[in-house]
């Protein structure tokens, strides 16, 4: 893959350091193999990356989501944001394929964690907001942080289009966690489906396929011919 197919101006990018990832954006385009990032700051302080040093980057681009090591080569501190100059020295790796169309809308849920053993159910429960969601999982806002693999039970309300439909305990597995740039923001969770129904996923299929046709008409789509009826 090339990185200048995968990386865009604004992108959110993950640099992983020691226990935590810092999030940043893509600033600048130098040329196929280099480009610019903003000062990652995090809990209020400013990240201090040092110079020569590689770091893992992980983002989620056209492709699914990527990871690659790159070497910090120099700082500019003359632009109003200080920027890091980055050349990337690995192949990009594909963690994880986008093997389904995804849907962005914004949609209610309620999430649970799993203890040690699916049975053991924590019962702090909060509610959240989608960003997007495909037949294989989703991506959601949380004020709570999350490690890769920890086990989670949704309950997803699909509550727009003319769908009036509640999927309960959905098994999810997180795949990413994405950092908040700015103090306030929420996180950024992806989870994978675990162990879906073939009746939920065909639910999930089907309004997925309406959403579609919502975006594409402008919602104007008539209440008695609504696909998947």
Same mark, same amino acid.
């Given at each position: 893959?090339?990185?200048?197919?995968?990386?865009?101006?604004?992108?959110?990018?993950?640099?992983?350091?020691?226990?935590?990832?810092?999030?940043?954006?893509?600033?600048?385009?130098?040329?196929?193999?280099?480009?610019?990032?903003?000062?990652?700051?995090?809990?209020?302080?400013?990240?201090?990356?040092?110079?020569?040093?590689?770091?893992?980057?992980?983002?989620?681009?056209?492709?699914?989501?990527?990871?690659?090591?790159?070497?910090?080569?120099? @700082? /500019?501190?003359?632009? #109003?944001?200080?920027?890091? +100059?980055?050349? =990337? $020295?690995?192949?990009?790796?594909? %963690?994880?394929?986008?093997?389904?169309?995804?849907?962005?809308?914004?949609?209610?849920?309620?999430?649970?964690?799993?203890?040690?053993?699916?049975?053991?159910?924590?019962?702090?429960?909060?509610?959240?907001?989608?960003?997007?969601?495909?037949?294989?999982?989703?991506?959601?806002?949380?004020?709570?942080?999350?490690?890769?693999?920890?086990?989670?039970?949704?309950?997803?309300?699909?509550?727009? @289009? /003319?769908?009036?439909? #509640?999927?309960?305990?959905? +098994?999810?597995? =997180? $795949?990413?966690?994405?950092?908040? %740039?700015?103090?306030?923001?929420?996180?950024?969770?992806?989870?994978?489906?675990?162990?879906?129904?073939?009746?939920?996923?065909?639910?999930?299929?089907?309004?997925?396929?309406?959403?579609?046709?919502?975006?594409?008409?402008?919602?104007?789509?008539?209440?008695?011919?609504?696909?998947?009826?």
């Amino acid at each position: 893959m090339d990185i200048q197919k995968c990386i865009k101006l604004g992108d959110r990018i993950q640099i992983a350091g020691k226990g935590c990832h810092y999030a940043t954006i893509v600033e600048r385009l130098e040329n196929e193999s280099e480009f610019y990032l903003s000062t990652p700051w995090f809990e209020q302080k400013k990240v201090e990356l040092v110079k020569d040093e590689v770091y893992t980057f992980r983002m989620v681009c056209q492709y699914g989501v990527i990871s690659f090591r790159g070497r910090v080569i120099d @700082f /500019d501190e003359n632009d #109003t944001i200080p920027l890091i +100059k980055i050349q =990337v $020295v690995s192949e990009l790796e594909r %963690l994880q394929r986008r093997n389904s169309f995804r849907v962005k809308v914004m949609l209610d849920l309620q999430v649970r964690e799993v203890g040690g053993q699916e049975e053991q159910e924590n019962v702090c429960e909060y509610h959240a907001k989608t960003l997007n969601i495909s037949e294989h999982g989703i991506h959601f806002l949380s004020d709570r942080k999350y490690h890769q693999d920890d086990l989670l039970l949704i309950t997803l309300h699909l509550e727009k @289009f /003319d769908y009036h439909m #509640t999927l309960k305990d959905l +098994k999810a597995k =997180v $795949v990413r966690c994405e950092y908040p %740039l700015l103090e306030g923001e929420q996180y950024k969770i992806g989870v994978s489906f675990e162990g879906l129904s073939g009746r939920d996923r065909i639910t999930l299929a089907r309004f997925i396929i309406r959403s579609q046709i919502r975006s594409q008409d402008g919602g104007h789509r008539s209440r008695k011919r609504g696909y998947g009826d």
